[in-house]
């Protein structure tokens, strides 16, 4: 497990949901040893899917899909946000390599709830791509409250899902074994955000 990765404590995330340990998943790419060979593990899922270019989502997805590009000798572009500020208004969203008429592979530090996902694949869709799936780190659909079409239909592949780095982190000492079994009882059976056993992981972490 890369140093940093999975933090003890609780964070917001998708829209009020309150999974428990901060992920940060930049950390994994910090070693260049874990990046090559994460980007050895997207490569061998772009070659299964016969995609064309790889494409990084802004910004976390950039880095790992540059990595996965250089490691299947595939074009590499980038998709961006909308609406960041000191962007120009009629800056093209994609950027890089040709997208129009090919398949891609997209490529983020994760996914939840999809809305990113679809944003992206909306955006890759109107420069006439064609999205043949999907690359993260950490396959977060296990916290989210619900998953949009679009992220529940295309292929999906991920080094990990947000459960799996939870008993990674157990294992390595990260997470003491009593959070590590209140934080899976949250996930699994959907606390509500006001059920009192948050302040009790809270506490516990």
Partial sequence: MAPG??????????????????LSLESAFADPVLLRDL????????????????????TAGVPLAAAISLAAGLPFAFVRKP???????????VRGAEVAGRRVLL??????????????????????????GVFVLVDMRDVAD??????AALPTDSVSTYLQVLDLAAANGILDQSVHTLSVDAIVNRWSSDDPRWDLLAAAA
């Fill in 83 to 93: 609406g960041y500020r000191g962007h120009e208004i009629d800056e093209p969203r």
């Fill in 146 to 151: 619900s998953v949009t079409s679009v992220a």
């Fill in 39 to 58: 980007g050895t593990r997207g490569a061998r899922f772009a070659r299964e899917l016969g995609v064309e270019v790889i494409v990084g989502a802004e």
């Fill in 107 to 132: 490529v983020d530090d994760a996914v939840a709830s999809g809305t990113a996902v679809e944003r992206f694949a909306a955006a890759l869709t109107g420069e006439g791509a064609e999205v043949a």
């Fill in 5 to 22: 990765l999975v933090r003890a404590g609780a964070s917001r995330w998708d829209g009020g949901r309150t999974p428990i340990h901060p």
